[in-house]
């Protein structure tokens, strides 16, 4: 079993959390990184929209720039997230697309299986919702999304710690069909966080994820290395800031 | 030249941003489906802008099968029938 890396929660602009997924994901193509599980949070806090997201039609982009708030296009699908700087814990995990299951759903599975146990040692009864969510009682807790390149499984996901709906949705343009269609009538009612099931803390939080990503994996700590610090700040230019890639849709 | 939008809720959500006159000018799809390979998704454009509208329904399910199975692509949360549904809808 091939041995992953482990790096414990560092916070990070939006830019540089997406450049180093991506900066990650070469060089564990090329062999000169171990499969990495990274936890990191968001500062400033952002807003990120899923690859084939029209960032106008997701994202009220007065209100972010107002609030501060960074706007950046994941490599990713799935919808758009709100990532508050205090609120939530954002893995990533970027291995071998072999050391997984071929079915992508089966993937996200296994993957979120380690979520919902570290949510369980928490005391959080959460469950895997089909495609990519976790959930309590029916309100998402967690959200994930992945992307295969070259070989190479990229799956990041945020848990909710706190939730501050209200600035979430002031920032995000949701639709009207999409809140219906799930029968739920109040907006805030479709989102639930560690705080609202727990009286854990956010370092309970970011140690029963490492417990989760842990228990069926061999693991090592470690940190980024210079070189991926250093092709991130390139994709960072290249990419992740460059209005070409954020307003492409 | 008419200019429509329509998003529609299916599994994952589904938008397109359509111009047309007797055929499609232009043609944007966006969403929080997922598609792997990701680039798969352009040639489905590229495949549907120019095609004459009213659209033949039955003709453009075959060719974005065909986009899809030729890159061995999966589409999740929407399905192809939705996308060529919806450009039917949206250019009415």
């Known amino acids: ?249 | 030249m008419k200019t429509n939008s329509i998003t529609r809720k299916f599994e994952k959500m589904l938008r397109l941003d359509v111009t047309y006159t007797d055929h499609i000018e232009n043609l944007k799809i966006t969403g929080d489906f997922f598609l792997d390979p990701e680039e798969t998704l352009d040639q489905i454009v590229s495949e549907l802008t120019g095609v004459a509208v009213p659209i033949q329904k039955d003709i453009l399910l075959r060719e974005t099968r065909y986009i899809l199975d030729s890159n061995k692509a999966e589409l999740i949360g929407i399905t192809v029938e939705d996308i060529i549904n919806t450009l039917e809808e949206v250019t009415q």
């Open chain 1, 1 to 249: 079993m091939k041995k992953f890396r482990m790096i414990t929660f560092t916070s990070f602009n939006a830019f540089t959390n997406m450049a180093l997924d991506e900066a990650i994901m070469e060089f564990v193509r090329k062999g000169i990184s171990q499969p990495t599980i990274r936890f990191y949070g968001w500062d400033p806090s952002a807003v990120s929209i899923g690859i084939f997201q029209g960032v106008r039609n997701e994202v009220n982009l007065d209100a972010t720039k107002a609030a501060g708030v960074d706007v950046v296009r994941r490599l990713t699908g799935g919808g758009a997230v709100y990532h508050d700087r205090l609120g939530e814990v954002t893995y990533s995990l970027i291995a071998p697309l072999d050391m997984f299951p071929t079915n992508i759903i089966e993937s996200y599975r296994v993957i979120c299986d380690d979520i919902i146990f570290a949510l369980k040692e928490l005391g959080i009864d959460a469950v895997f919702s089909p495609i990519n969510d976790i959930i309590v009682n029916e309100q998402k807790i967690s959200g994930n999304a992945q992307t295969r390149r070259n070989g190479i499984l990229l799956q990041h996901g945020t848990i909710l710690y706190s939730v501050d709906v209200e600035t979430m949705f002031s920032l995000l343009n949701v639709s009207n069909q999409k809140i219906s269609d799930k029968l739920i009538k109040s907006v805030q009612k479709r989102v639930t966080s560690v705080v609202d099931q727990t009286g854990a803390s956010m370092e309970d939080l970011q140690k029963a994820l490492v417990m989760g990503f842990k228990r069926n994996r061999e693991i090592e700590f470690g940190d980024y290395t210079d070189q991926e610090k250093s092709r991130a700040q390139e994709l960072v230019k290249e990419h992740f800031k460059n209005d070409i890639w954020t307003y492409r849709l």
